[in-house]
């Protein structure tokens, strides 16, 4: 009689408590779960001290090694989606090291228990504005991809002559060095100074995120930017009372809209826990106390 005993085949329950490795990878921020799966069959990836294959699931706990870093696996039924605006001032960079020691926007984050901020987009080191942080990498992946048409509204202070002929053509498209590129809004701002018609300031929308885009298409039309703030990525706005430099937690009605903009279902927990939600509200009180000292 043989001693072959047929492999136990997983239960239900057995799915249900784990998760497939690559997910849990591009979850924390790590890259596409395609690009994972190639990295995990080249066997790049360890579980638990162990070379990890195709295939393998993990539990919430176990210790995953993958570039040199460590890091307990979280999965995402118990992991509370969480996403942050942050009101980035000029002269900080979106990485989390610089080689020339420059302050980075990581530096001023809120601490993430178990898991890491991943950066929905970037910002140049001289432009400000909104900045979005998310604990889930698939929900940051989803508002970058230029599918998802998610668009960015940016505060622009132009310098140099500007007609219709000009506007139009924004409008309608040129071709920059990385492809074709062009504003889907374009609106004069109120608060123009009719003194200087050489330095005005507009309201303009991208529906990409590519690097220096704004700034190349009023370039390519022979007019500057001397100053450039993003004031809106997607549904999300930056609040009068979170100045440069701070942050403020999103609410699950934020985070959810901002998932259905991503093309993704809302998270399975509609609420914050008490002792969260609480942390949340005196947050925004500090904010807004700060704000109205500040205009005094």
Request: charged residues 35%.
């Amino acid at each position: 009689m043989s001693d072959f005993k047929p492999r136990a085949k997983k239960t239900g329950s057995d799915e249900a408590d784990t998760e497939k490795l690559q997910k849990v990878l591009a979850n924390a921020g790590f890259g596409s779960r395609r690009a994972l799966e190639r990295e995990i069959s080249e066997g790049k990836v360890t579980i638990n001290g162990k070379v990890a294959t195709l295939g393998d699931r993990v539990k919430a706990g176990d210790s995953i090694e993958y570039q040199g870093r460590r890091i307990k696996a979280q999965l995402e039924s118990t992991e509370d989606l969480r996403v942050i605006l942050y009101n980035k001032p000029e002269g900080q960079i979106c990485s989390r090291k610089d080689p020339e020691g420059r302050p980075s926007v990581f530096d001023n984050l809120p601490r993430l228990k178990g898991g890491r901020w991943i950066a929905v987009g970037r910002l140049d080191f001289n432009t400000s504005g909104a900045l979005l942080f998310t604990n889930n990498g698939n929900l940051a992946n989803k508002l970058m991809h230029p599918s998802s048409n998610v668009d960015r509204e940016y505060l622009v202070r132009t310098f140099g002559d500007i007609n219709n002929d000009k506007l139009q053509q924004l409008r309608d498209g040129v071709q920059l060095d990385d492809g074709p590129a062009k504003f889907t809004d374009i609106k004069p701002s109120p608060n123009n100074d009719d003194e200087d018609s050489r330095h005005q300031w507009f309201y303009c929308v991208v529906m990409e995120g590519r690097n220096r885009e704004v700034r190349k298409l009023w370039e390519a039309v022979g007019v500057q930017v001397s100053r450039l703030k993003r004031v809106r990525y997607g549904n999300i706005f930056i609040p009068s009372h979170v100045r440069a430099g701070q942050w403020i937690e999103l609410d699950y009605r934020e985070i959810s809209d901002l998932c259905q903009t991503a093309g993704l279902p809302p998270p399975r927990k509609m609420k914050f826990s008490k002792s969260a939600d609480d942390a949340r509200k005196r947050h925004i009180e500090r904010l807004k106390a700060k704000s109205r000292k500040k205009q005094k």
